[in-house]
């Protein structure tokens, strides 16, 4: 395997300013490792060789005539395909957008181009980010680089993939109820939805514009931290972007320490439902930042219990209405019903065709919790535990800087083993669901490997609303204690990527 | 169980323009009785006491100066659609009235 | 409906009360649309000019017009009504082609303004408080044009086309509250109340107010309850309808008397009003039944997640306020006072629902009397002659103009009348009508003198006549010379020249 790709983007960026490599070198040898792995693992829904290469043959050309450039300049960055963008198609993992071409570029994307990172293709994605898996893709699943029938988690497995296939260095997600952390989760990488608002979501095709929010998917808490510097701050498009100020993301995780730091547990995210091995990793990390220097305080947030409840009610409604402009008249999908008929016909008809069951199943369900009658009962009490959710945080953080939970119940789950259960797949995003409810930011880091099957756990930190950067400190303070502990990375234990792929295709041929 | 009948499906589908087929409607119907019937309790303690939240952040007067920026061009407008007629979009003929 | 199945009128008031709601939409004027930066302008190049929004392009989010907002508050303001201290976007969702995202951003349960009133005046000088509930902001949707079919409407055609250029120009719909009382006057109630919002949006200077081009379009809620006798139990509300898209003053008037024809008619005979939408058809002075109202107008309104409430500063409204231009009322007072017309006069103007007219005719440099008199006058003729608005005919300045051309002597009265006909035809402005039709009053003396001893010549017995001091015999010498002119000449003067030659 090429060093290259094994590299943090943090540690090519510095490759690459100091003349070692080049992004067109770095650039290819993601290309050639696409070419070698996604086959088989399928992370990406486009990839685009001769763009990326010119972006980095230009980010080489700045570099030589001395320009200064960003940390992360000449980079190879994958795109989940629910930002849109003017050189690759965006589908958001729907067929009902098949090859979609967008006039303007989403604000990340603006932001990593400028920032001279180099988009390398679109990621796999559960259609429109509905799912906990990526299997409601309407381009065919991503497999987990750790295990091949696994799942990479969702809606973002492809950016997770990616990431922990080295197909990319870094990856650009969306989390909606933690579709960024669950993947991030099950493939040992890091994972961040920053504070609602700190980063734009304009050009993110809406899921559910209360709850979306763009971040970064790395393999270190570093690489994200820079990335968030990147595409942080204010935007005018959009009209939920803050205006504050932001401290360097990447200076909170050098200067990481938990020293006197309070981290909150609370009693509702872990215990039942929660797989062993997840709870084993979860206890041992926080052991070890008690360790050196932290306080470990027990907590209850008894709302939570009703935050799924509440998320499957805002998240259709919202969803029920953002897919509503895709109804065949000015761009997509245009199904015409063999008998002919009207316009409403013909919508109907490529709604049907164009959207999955999932997609459905949740616009049908957003549209009866809006419907006139059932508003006040189910959409409009969502909102009010909502309220519920944020007093709690708020009555957390009062006490403690930060709160630790489990990032998810389980590590990977089998391809297939829920897909036909939406209630057990909504169960994935349980510590996830609280942030985007609250719009308070949340990171996932490694925490080690299950006991019982060998796959990754993450742990997740959440923070109040702005202050992301105590996530990085602690995010980056428990990974170097881990790596330490471990000896180097945990992607460093995940098997030989290649060999799986090689095994699975006897097992296929026998 | 909220008792979601397959009419009541139908009736959503047809608001949410999905020409669903009646495999589709019964599935679904069955399917979002257990759902509903899991997320109902939020009635229980959304108390009249509490107000709703529908925006994470509480932010205000958010608003655009009002000066003409970039716009597309019409190549662009169109470059999506199914069908033009080289300056507007073009549907089959509308049954309903506009709202 | 035919015209020969309508109740009388005046029975019909006999029978019943009349209650009526308006709601009329105004779009406002701002340089860009309601929620992106794409430029807000009429009569573009289908499609041009569109920012992705307009579009509903996947990704896009809308950002509130700062000016928008400000126009709405002054329009709140000037309504009467309180500014709310927060108010919020919701979104309205329907599947309609020319609705770019499938909803609409609107208000719902907290408009900017509520609670106000507008007091409009009669043809008699009465005047009627009209009770505002709402004024609340939304977006246009784009337009639809049918094509194929008979008729180019939507039933029958074969297929339609959309242009995205007036989605998303800012709107403010004024929501009456049910207006009772108004009786046999209901259909001039319902123009003056339309006439006078029209004045107050002008006044502003928010919208442009154009009914014919759809600026300010008004839809008309009527519905009848049967009379009971004195010191009983009022009736419970009859089953309204809701004329849609009714876009002059004059067709107000008619779309509401029309409708209480109608009803009426049905009710006495027993039967009753279905609860719909009802289209006003311009050409037959008729409306005809549209979407009925039923339990599938589910909109699903609820708050819009991508924007954020409108809590406009008590520093604000009050900048506002003070900003607004005087009251109607007021103003009526000072434009009559000014003007110097007499209440016969003033009335004239009003219920001819022309005051703004009148006044930017004025402005722009016409005697009062003589703006009157045109507007009032021919214009009204020709406005009914072709069934339309006066305002839709011909501009305030186009009228200056010509009330110009015949103070400095270069048109006469008939001329002017000639002139203004082509400039309503489209030819152009006066100057360029007169100058394209060639009819400028013949001043020059010579040619006038030249025609004048050729016509004496020919009747060398009326010249004997006149110099005989028989002045009443030049007539038929003048008569001879405006005919020579083509009429294109001031009879007056061809009188004094007349009188001059033969006295020469």
């Known amino acids: 395997m090429s060093d290259i790709i094994r590299l943090s983007a943090a540690d090519l960026g510095a490759s690459i300013a100091a003349g070692d490599i080049t992004s067109v070198e770095a650039t290819q040898a993601h290309l050639d490792r696409i070419d070698a792995v996604d086959g088989a693992v399928h992370a990406y829904l486009h990839v685009a060789p001769e763009l990326a290469l010119a972006a980095a043959a230009r980010v080489d050309a700045q570099r030589a005539a001395g320009e200064k450039l960003g940390p992360l300049a000449g ?256 761009f997509g999908l245009r199904v015409n019903p063999t008998s002919g008929g009207t316009v409403e016909d013909v919508m109907s008809a490529t709604r049907d065709a164009g959207f999955g069951p999932e997609v459905k199943r949740r616009i049908i369900l957003g549209t009866y919790a809006l419907s006139a009658g059932y508003y006040d009962a189910y959409y409009g009490s969502a909102q009010k535990v909502r309220t519920l959710v944020q007093r709690d945080f708020a009555a957390a953080f009062s006490q403690v800087d930060v709160i630790a939970s489990p990032t998810a119940p389980t590590t990977a789950f089998k391809l297939g083993e829920k897909l036909n259960d939406p209630l057990a797949m909504y169960l994935n995003d349980i510590a996830t669901i609280p942030a985007n409810l609250a719009g308070i930011p949340g990171i996932t880091l490694p925490a080690g490997l299950a006991d019982e099957d060998g796959l990754p756990v993450g742990i997740q930190f959440l923070a109040p609303a702005h202050e992301d950067a105590r996530l990085y400190n602690v995010g980056g303070a428990l990974e170097q204690l881990l790596v330490a502990q471990w000896g180097g990375h945990l992607l460093e234990q995940a098997p030989d990527l290649l060999e799986l792929i090689k095994a699975a295709a006897e097992e296929g041929a026998r | 169980m909220s008792g979601i009948s397959a009419e009541q499906v139908a009736h959503l589908a047809q608001l949410a323009r999905i020409d669903l087929s009646p495999e589709e409607i019964l599935s679904l119907t069955t399917e979002l009785d257990q759902i509903v019937d899991s997320v109902a309790k939020v009635t229980a ?55 | ?172 719909e004024i929501v009456t509250k049910p207006i009772y009382g108004g009786e046999h006057r209901s259909p001039e109630i319902a123009k003056a109340y339309v006439a006078a919002i029209r004045d107050i949006v002008v006044s502003l200077g928010i919208s442009d107010a154009k009914m014919e081009r759809g600026n300010l379009r008004c839809d008309a809620n009527v519905s009848l309850r049967p009379r009971v006798a004195e010191g009983a139990q009022p009736a419970p509300l009859g089953t309204r309808t809701e004329t849609k898209n009714v876009n002059s003053l004059r067709s107000v008037e008619r779309a509401v008397r029309f409708e209480i024809q109608r009803q009426a008619a049905i009710l006495a005979k027993g039967g009753s009003i279905t609860q719909e939408t009802r289209h006003w058809h311009e050409d037959t002075g008729e409306t005809s039944a549209g979407r009925p109202k039923s339990d599938a107008d589910d909109y699903r309104y609820f708050p819009e997640p991508d924007l954020l409430p409108v809590v406009p500063s008590a520093e604000l409204v009050e900048e506002l306020r003070a900003a607004l231009p005087e009251q109607p009322a007021v103003r009526r007072r000072r434009l009559k006072a000014e003007w110097g017309f007499t209440d016969l006069e003033f009335q004239d103007i009003q219920n001819s629902g022309l005051l703004t007219e009148v006044s930017e005719t004025v402005a722009a440099g016409a005697s009062p009397a003589a703006a009157r008199k045109w507007w009032t006058g021919e214009i009204a003729r020709l406005a009914n002659a072709a069934d339309a608005d006066a305002a839709s005919l011909v501009s305030p300045a186009d009228v200056a103009a010509l009330a110009g051309l015949v103070e400095a002597g270069t048109l006469t009265d008939r001329l002017a009348r000639q002139v203004l006909e082509g400039v309503v035809a489209g030819e152009g402005t006066p100057q360029q009508v007169v100058d394209a039709r060639g009819l400028a009053v013949v001043s020059d003396d010579g040619a006038l003198i030249a025609a004048i001893d050729e016509a004496l010549a020919a009747q060398p017995d009326v010249l004997e006549k006149i110099r005989d001091g028989k002045v009443q015999a030049a007539g038929a010498v003048i008569g001879a010379v405006m005919k020579a002119m083509k009429g294109q000449a001031d009879a007056a003067r061809v009188r004094e020249l007349v009188l001059e030659r033969a006295n020469a």
């Open chain 3, 1 to 172: 409906m035919a015209r020969a199945q309508l109740m009388d009128f005046d029975k019909a008031l006999e029978l019943f009360e009349p209650v009526m709601g308006f709601e009329v939409h105004v779009e406002l004027n701002t340089k860009t649309k309601m929620f992106s930066d794409a430029p807000n302008v009429f009569g573009a190049e289908p499609n041009t000019g569109l920012s992705p929004l307009c579009l509903g392009l996947p990704g896009t989010l809308p950002v509130v017009n700062e000016q928008a907002v400000r126009y709405s508050i002054s329009l709140g303001l000037a309504l009467g009504c309180s500014i709310a201290e927060s108010s919020r976007f919701a979104r309205k969702n329907y599947f309609y082609p020319d609705t770019p995202k499938n909803y609409q951003i609107s208000q719902y349960d907290e408009p900017i303004a509520f609670e106000g009133s507008v007091e409009i005046e009669l043809a008699d000088g009465t005047l009627i408080d009209i009770p505002i509930e709402r004024a609340h902001m939304e977006e246009d949707a784009g337009k639809l044009t049918h094509i194929g079919g008979s008729s180019g409407r939507i039933q029958g055609a074969d297929y339609s086309l959309v242009d995205y250029n007036r989605a998303g120009v800012p709107l403010v």
């Open chain 2, 45 to 99: 303690v959304a108390t009249p006491d509490v107000p709703a939240t529908s925006h994470p952040i509480p932010l205000q007067n958010v608003f655009r100066p009002d000066v003409v920026g970039e716009t597309l061009t019409l190549e662009q407008a169109l470059q999506n659609a199914p069908a033009h007629d080289g300056s507007r979009f073009k549907v089959s003929a509308i049954l309903g009235e506009e709202q």
């Open chain 1, 75 to 330: 980079v190879p960055i994958a795109v989940k395909d629910v930002l849109v963008t003017t050189d690759m198609p965006s589908t958001s993992g729907s067929k009902i957008l098949e090859g979609y071409m967008s006039p303007f570029d989403a604000t990340v994307v603006k932001k990593v181009r400028e920032a001279g990172l180099i988009p390398i293709g679109k990621t796999n994605m559960d259609e429109f980010a509905m799912g906990s898996s990526t299997e409601h893709s309407a381009y065919g699943p991503t497999r987990n680089p750790w295990a091949l029938d696994r799942i990479p988690g969702g809606s973002g497995g492809g950016s997770a993939a990616a990431v922990a296939g080295y197909e990319a260095s870094i990856a650009l997600g969306s989390d909606t109820g933690g579709s960024i952390r669950q993947p991030a989760h099950v493939t040992g990488t890091v994972g961040v939805k920053p504070t609602y608002g700190a980063v734009s979501r304009y050009g993110a095709i809406a899921l559910a514009s209360s709850l979306d929010q763009i971040g970064p998917v790395s393999r270190t808490v570093l690489d994200s931290a820079l990335l968030q510097d990147i595409i942080g701050g204010h935007d005018p498009h959009d009209s939920t972007s803050l205006r504050s100020e932001w401290p360097s993301m990447a200076d909170a995780v050098r200067n990481a320490s938990v020293q006197g730091l309070k981290v909150g547990v609370i009693k509702q995210l872990q215990g039942d439902g929660f797989q062993a091995g997840v709870m084993a990793r979860f206890q041992e990390s926080l052991a070890l930042l008690e360790q050196n220097g932290a306080e470990i305080v027990e907590l209850e947030a008894p709302s939570f219990e009703h935050a799924i409840a509440a998320y499957y009610l805002i998240l259709p409604a919202e969803a029920s209405s953002n897919l509503a402009k895709f109804d065949s008249v000015r």
